[in-house]
């Protein structure tokens, strides 16, 4: 595996080359690719933290994982670049969290990538279940799972148009403008990489706020896309559910590390229309169980457990998903 440029940034579903985080990638199997990825020393989202700045952001290597999707549909099951397609389900956990440690160089890992379903129509597959093991040196980093389909654009147009239509929105989505919380209070720097608003304390200890879908942030929105990403929707419930975990006392700061994820997306998430995040502490324990709702409807739910960086929690099992709506 090489390390010394990255994969075309259309395979990867990128618009800047600096965020192109894959390098390599090469079938070892029918259902097995290994992935090489190189992760940055530093990086102006991923590791903008006021924690020590010593280990990298397991969503930095989830995102990893993300791009290497894109990589198996389009090398391995010939699906046409210009396709769109759709996460359904992500899980992760961080095994060893000490193999998280960021050195003076670039970290170089590989990315052991299993198809463990195909799912089917009568197109044929329209959609995979990938298993990712990612390793720094020989130590496991991250376990993720995640569940993603895809879709011919002019399917794609037709979808969103009904469904945009069916909520009487326009064409064209214009992001709603929503205040940022202040990024200290969810263990940020850049008041730009808070992507909530000021949460709100309700009387059974959860926390609500609304998300911010800033389209202009050159991570979150490295392209135009015409909902709120899926990643998007990671960090809001990752932010919402620090602030949970400090107030119910299961973390002692915002700048506690996701070790484990569950997430399900339901449907489309739309960028014009208020979408309220809420989250619920575990007292017992450091697991958050969050929600997010749009119109009434559920548009994605999630389960995080958060770990301190000095003291990392024992993540769930990695469980096997379902598939449920698209995002």
């Known amino acids: 595996m090489q390390f010394t440029r990255t994969l075309p940034r259309e395979l990867v ?5 600096a965020e192109v985080f894959l390098t390599d990638a090469e079938r070892s199997g029918r259902d097995e690719v290994l992935l090489a990825a190189q992760l940055p ?5 991923y590791h903008d933290t006021l924690g020590p700045r010593t280990r990298h952001d397991p969503l930095l290597l989830l995102e990893a994982c993300r791009q290497g999707i894109f990589v198996v549909a389009h090398r391995y099951f010939d699906v046409p670049l210009g396709h769109k397609f759709l996460l359904r389900a992500i899980d992760f956990e961080v095994p060893d969290p000490a193999a998280l440690a960021r050195g003076d160089r670039p970290t170089e890992a590989v990315v052991a990538t299993r198809v463990e379903h195909r799912f089917r129509t009568r197109a044929g597959v329209t959609g995979l279940r990938l298993r990712f093991t990612l390793a720094i040196g020989a130590r496991e980093a991250l376990l993720a799972r995640i569940d993603y389909s895809w879709m011919p654009p002019q399917d794609w147009t037709r979808l969103r148009a009904r469904q945009r239509g069916a909520l009487g929105l326009p064409e064209v989505p214009v992001a ?9 209070l969810v263990g940020r720097r850049d008041p730009a990489n808070a992507v909530i608003s000021p949460p709100r304390a309700a009387d059974d200890g959860s926390r609500t706020a ?13 392209h135009w896309v015409d909902h709120v990403p899926g990643m998007l929707e990671l960090e809001a419930f990752r932010q919402l559910a620090l602030t949970a975990a400090v107030a119910a006392g299961t973390v002692r700061t915002p700048t506690a ?3 484990g994820l569950a997430v399900r997306f339901r449907c489309f998430a739309e960028m014009d229309l208020p979408l309220e995040c809420r989250a619920v502490a575990d007292p017992a324990g450091t697991g958050v169980e969050c929600t997010l709702h749009q119109s009434g409807a559920l548009a994605a739910d999630a389960r995080i457990t958060l770990a301190d960086p000095d003291a990392p929690g024992r993540p769930a099992v990695l469980a096997a998903p379902a598939v449920h709506g698209a995002v």
């Not at 609304?210 to 490295?222: E, G, I, K, M, N």
């Open 210 to 222: 609304l998300l911010v879908a800033d389209t202009s942030h050159p991570t979150l929105y490295d």
């Open 41 to 45: 020393r530093h990086h102006a989202f």
């Open 13 to 17: 579903h990128r618009a800047a080359v």
């Open 257 to 259: 590390l996701p070790v």
């Open 176 to 184: 709603l403008s929503v205040a940022h919380v202040d990024p200290v």
